[in-house]
């Protein structure tokens, strides 16, 4: 996870429109948008976030049009099937070196559409892997959970998909909210992490945030920003809990901005109603505190409010979801939504 990787960069282009949240005049300069298209195959996805050969070059303003495999790379499609048939975990489209992007700007990332793009989704137990499950981080004395897998039946007319139990003849249905389980630029200090990790530059959040009517922020760490999206999820439950969401294959469209000398330490959310902040680590009391920590900054930055006077204040009606306990590190998504707040400065 901390190892080195040196690679280089490539070209294409990508998003316009106004974002939530960025402040005038931090933009790069204006140009007409663009429309990126690229096509994910399990011959070209990533399995790390680093500085590797760009697929494609995007402005600042452009979007982008493209596909992800689900986490298993779409390797599982019928029963008998098993977890050894996938390549790796959570193949990544990209990574889009974004012009204009440097360290220290931050990058806008705005969920224009996120479509199933398949008819089913799948769930899975795998041993060593989930919050129910002896693991390296929570060994126990009895036997890790044997593999199973789940399919799950999408439905686009009720845009549901339905759970079918093992071991009785049980289903309900489950409303879809697509979202990116991952996302994220290349990291800072040239490491190169894995697809399965959630840290400070984004990655496999699981945060169901990553949605259409949210925009996301990510630090810029390297030239470009370098970013990385996959692992489509059509719904998911809070804590991602059994390792697993409802895995799906997407058909993607973002919008990409940079603000430019608006430089974060964590990714964070926004949308009309809410600011939203996560944090990404271990224990979980630290995310819990990271994410809240970065809604302080925010709310004094952005909304006037002392540092104080924010922490009181989100004691009173902040909002937690806890987006998955079952990785490499915890997140936490902390929220206010903005009726709470003093009009936003200038």
């Known amino acids: 996870m901390g190892i080195a990787k040196q690679c280089g960069v490539m070209l294409l282009a990508i998003i316009g429109l106004t974002m939530l949240g960025a402040r005038a005049g931090a933009q790069t300069a204006t140009h007409s948008a663009h429309v990126v298209k690229y096509r994910a195959t399990n011959d070209n996805v990533k399995y790390d976030y680093c500085v590797a050969p760009a697929v494609a070059h995007v402005h600042s303003g452009d979007i982008i049009e493209a596909n992800t495999l689900d986490c298993f790379g779409d390797a599982i499609q019928h029963p008998g099937d098993t977890l050894a048939m996938a390549k790796g975990d959570n193949p990544l489209t990209g990574p889009f070196y974004i012009d204009g992007a440097e360290p220290g700007d931050t990058l806008a990332i705005r969920f224009l559409s996120l479509e199933v793009n398949g008819k089913q989704g799948i769930g899975a137990l795998a041993p060593g892997f989930g919050a129910l499950n002896p693991t390296d981080f929570t060994p126990m004395i009895n036997q890790p959970l044997p593999e199973r897998i789940w399919f799950y039946p999408i439905d686009p007319v009720t845009n549901t998909a339905t759970f079918k139990a093992d071991d009785s003849g049980f289903t309900t249905k489950i409303p879809l909210h697509p979202f990116l389980g991952c996302i994220g630029v290349a990291p800072a200090g040239g490491e190169s992490r894995?697809?399965?990790?959630?840290?400070?530059?984004?990655?496999?959040?699981?945060?169901?945030e990553a949605s259409v009517g949210n925009t996301l922020y990510l630090p810029v760490n390297v030239a470009g920003a370098l970013l990385y999206f996959g692992d489509g999820h059509a719904a998911m439950g809070d804590g991602e809990v059994a390792g697993t969401a409802i895995e799906v294959p997407l058909r993607v469209r973002l919008e990409v901005r940079v603000i430019k000398g608006w430089k974060i330490a964590w990714p964070r959310f926004e949308n009309e109603h809410e600011l939203m902040a996560a944090?990404?680590?271990?224990?979980?009391?630290?995310?819990?505190?990271?994410?809240?920590?970065?809604?302080?900054?925010?709310?004094?930055?952005?909304y006037g409010l002392s540092n104080l006077d924010a922490y009181e204040l989100l004691s009173k009606v902040a909002r937690i979801r806890l987006a998955e306990m079952v990785d490499p590190n915890y997140v936490v998504i902390a929220k206010i939504d903005k009726k709470f707040l003093p009009p936003k400065k200038r």
């Open 279 to 302: 944090g990404i680590t271990r224990p979980l009391d630290d995310s819990l505190r990271i994410a809240f920590a970065q809604l302080v900054d925010w709310i004094h930055q952005d």
């Open 194 to 208: 894995s697809s399965v990790v959630p840290a400070d530059f984004g990655g496999n959040m699981d945060s169901p």
